[in-house]
T-cell receptor, first 115, second 111 residues
């Protein structure tokens, strides 16, 4: 079946430092990858979306300078949170999907705590 | 910007009861409504999608879509304590590949 792995599951960093997280889709051919942040209040914010037909597109309030993403292919993606501060804390979710099936499969997330 | 609104914010039902969740989109260009369920400590998992007017049933879960009003509901019959979770409605746009989430409904099923 389709699975999405994320690593690490939890991370703690000091304010002003950076951390990198990874996402891997297994068991299907991903044609889109999206990164989201789920706030402590459980609301979702889309950070960026990549599809097989387009380059990485960042949403308003999120920039490549702050959240650089790299992926050699759509089955593997990594994102870094640069210069993390308190407002960056939350659960970072990776959603990998297949455009033809209009579905995204999610990993368990990387929980970021900023001290 | 597309908005997806869910109600109620929280819901409590007895075991064996019926839970009903609601969702409305502001975007007439939507293509699919999805219902996701998220248990504590996990990522969201897809329950079902609906695109056509009317009902779609999968086991104990039934989704109902009214395209004219852009309203979708999810009904869970014979609710179990394991159904206790956060339920999200999401709208998928196949042109952009973008999935827009509502703010969620917390469902508690009491034994």
């Amino acid at each position: 079946g389709a699975l999405v792995y994320q690593y690490p599951r939890r991370t703690i960093c000091k304010s002003g430092t950076s951390m990198r997280m990874e996402c891997q889709a297994v068991g299907f051919q991903a044609t889109s990858v999206a990164w989201y942040r789920q706030s402590p209040q459980k609301t979702f914010e889309l950070i960026a979306l990549s599809t097989v037909n387009s380059a990485i597109k960042y949403e308003q309030n999120f920039t490549q300078e702050k959240f650089p993403i790299s992926h050699p292919n759509l089955s593997f993606s990594s994102m870094t949170v640069l210069n993390a501060y308190l407002e960056d804390r939350g659960l970072y979710l990776c959603g990998a999907g297949h455009l033809n099936y209009a579905e995204q499969f999610f990993g368990p997330g990387t929980r970021l705590t900023v001290l | 910007q597309q908005k997806v609104q869910q109600s109620p914010e929280s819901l409590s039902v007895p075991e064996g009861g019926m839970a009903s969740l609601n969702c409305t989109s502001s975007d007439r260009n939507f293509q699919y409504f999805w219902w996701y369920r998220q248990h504590s400590g996990e990522g969201p998992k897809a329950l079902m999608s609906i695109f056509s007017d009317g009902d779609k049933k999968e086991g104990r879960f039934t989704a109902h879509l009214n395209k004219a009003s852009l309203h979708v509901s999810l009904h869970i019959r014979d609710s179990q304590p394991s159904d206790s979770a956060l339920y999200f409605c999401a709208v998928y746009n196949t042109n952009t590949g973008k999935l827009t989430f509502g703010d969620g409904t917390v469902l508690t099923v009491k034994p």
